[in-house]
C-alpha cells in the first residue's frame, strides 16, 4: 500500500450513504414549513410568515402560572388564578400561546404521528424554561395509560421530554411515574370534570422512588388547559418526596393576555 493510501473507513462509507439518502430524501418530499406546507430552504423549520404567526409567551407573565400579563404590573406579581387557587407545583412555563402556527405543531405531533417535530419543540421550551431546566436534576413526562400508548404507539409528552433531556444533558426518567388509572380523554370536559378524571391517575413505579425523593423535577406535558392532569401529576410527585416540581409545557391554551 502506496504512504498515501488510506485503507477504506466504513464511517465514511456511512457518512456517504446518509448524505446519498438525505439528497434522495429532499427530491422525493422537498423541505417544506411545519406550520403550512409551502416550501423551505430546510426541513423541520417554520417559514417567515408562520414564524411571525407564533405568540412567543415572554415577561411580564405571572411568576407561578407563567399566564402572561397585557402590561407590566412589577416584578414577582401573580395571577388572580394562581392566588386563588395555588397549585401543587412551584412554578409553570411555556412556550408559547396555543393558537395558529403553535396549535398546528401540537396537532401534528400529537395525532399526525410527528415526532420529528418533537426536538423544535423541546428547543423552544428550553428556551422558555426560564433556567429551570439548568437547575433541575431530572426530566420526568406526563405518561399515558398503557391502554392509550398502545393505541398512539408513543406519548408525545415523553418525545418532548426526550428531546429536551438530549438538549440540557438532564437525565431522561421515561418510566419512574406512571399512568394508573385509564382516563378518558380531556377534550370537552368542564374543569371539575377534569380534576375528577385525573383523580388518582398517576404513581410512582415500584422501585423508583429514589429518583425523585428530594429531587428537583422538570415535568413535561405538550399543552397546559386548565392544569387538572398536570396539578394531579405534579401532587403526586411531591407527595413522593420531590423537593421542586417545575411544570414545562410547549403550549398554553389561553383566551388572551390579562
Sequence with gaps: MHPWEKPFSSNVGMGALRGLWGAVANFVYPPSCVGC????????????????????????????????????????????????????????????????????????????????????????????SDGTVASCDCIVPVPLHRRRFLARRFNQSAELARHLSALSGKPFLSSTLVRIKPTSRQVGLSAKARKQNVRGAFAIAPGREADIIGKR???????????????????????????DVTVLTFAMAMSGPI
Design 37 to 128: 406546507g409551502c416550501k423551505t430552504t430546510s426541513g423541520g423549520a417554520l417559514c417567515v410568515e408562520c414564524w411571525a404567526g407564533v405568540q412567543f409567551i415572554e415577561r411580564p407573565y405571572c411568576e407561578v402560572l407563567g399566564i402572561p400579563f397585557a402590561r407590566d404590573h412589577g416584578p414577582g406579581i401573580l395571577s388572580a388564578k394562581a392566588i386563588a387557587e395555588p397549585p401543587p407545583f412551584a412554578r409553570l412555563r411555556a412556550a408559547a400561546v396555543h393558537d395558529g402556527p403553535a396549535r398546528k405543531l401540537v396537532h401534528q405531533l400529537k395525532y399526525l404521528d410527528r415526532t420529528d417535530l418533537a426536538r423544535l419543540m423541546a428547543s423552544w421550551m428550553l428556551r422558555a
Design 217 to 243: 423535577v422538570v415535568l413535561v406535558d405538550d399543552v397546559y388547559t386548565t392544569g387538572a392532569t398536570v396539578a394531579a401529576a405534579a401532587r403526586r410527585l411531591k407527595k413522593a418526596g420531590a423537593s
